[in-house]
């Protein structure tokens, strides 16, 4: 099975910050990830897939790149909204797995 | 618009065999992508359980895939959980959702709002 780990657990931010998360592959996936936003009490919602391709209806302060094994989720300028948790995901072959979470908290 | 509903009994006792359902709406099922469930234990993270694909291919956690079933019903336009054997680490909220297709394969790009599941005598 591919592992994903993601880091950090948790960050402190302010509105208005820049916050980047990021989820390292045990194996190749190429481009093959997805980020997810989830909020309490609700179900995770599709924020980034392939890496870097934004979901239709995300805000554009959301972005994604990969280097190798390395995947990195960047938001620009935090809001208000913005302040969940926030999940990697494999999408290269089955079993799918996802990273632990990063909680992005206030400050 | 793609929507997914799950539902099922919100209590089970342990040993005895879970079972859920997830009802699409907006899409005919049998016409393409892959299905799943998710589960989260209170406090924890995103467990992927299963995918079926609408031909009724199946991929299982194989920490799950000896208690594991998910299945197809074309006719009601929804496919199935099964869990049997539960204990108190099934205690859940769990997500049906829908596989995207092309860049996003295997992506989950549509979830039921989810339903949460207690296992206890």
């Known amino acids: 099975d591919i592992q994903m780990t993601q880091s950090p657990s948790s960050v402190s931010a302010s509105v208005g910050d820049r916050v980047t998360i990021t989820c390292q592959a045990s194996?190749?996936?190429?481009?093959?990830l997805g980020w997810y936003q989830q909020k309490p009490g609700r179900a995770p919602n599709l924020l980034i897939y392939?890496?870097?391709s934004l979901q239709s209806g995300v805000p554009s302060r959301f972005s994604g790149s990969v280097s190798g094994t390395d995947f990195t989720l960047t938001i620009t300028s935090l809001q208000p909204e913005d302040f969940a948790t926030y999940y990697c995901?494999?999408?290269?072959?089955?079993?799918?797995?996802f990273g632990g979470g990063t909680k992005v908290e206030i400050k | 618009q793609v929507q997914l509903q799950e539902s099922g009994p919100g209590l089970v006792k342990p040993s005895e065999t879970l079972s859920l359902i997830c009802a699409v709406s907006?899409?005919?099922?049998?016409?393409?992508?892959?299905w799943g469930w998710i589960r989260q234990s209170p406090g924890k993270g995103l467990e992927w359980i299963g995918s079926?694909?609408?031909?009724?291919?199946?991929y299982y956690n194989p920490s799950l895939k000896s208690r594991v079933t998910i299945s197809l019903d074309r006719s009601k336009n929804h496919f199935s959980l099964i869990l049997s054997s539960v204990t108190a680490a099934d205690t859940a909220v769990y997500y049906c959702a829908r596989l995207g297709a092309g860049a996003a394969a295997r992506t989950m790009d549509v979830w039921g709002k989810g339903t949460t599941v207690t296992v206890s005598s």
């Open positions: 079926l694909y609408h031909t009724g291919t199946t």
């Open positions: 194996q190749g996936i190429s481009s093959w």
């Open positions: 907006g899409y005919f099922i049998s016409s393409g992508y892959y």
């Open positions: 392939a890496a870097s």
């Open positions: 995901q494999q999408a290269n072959s089955f079993p799918l797995t």
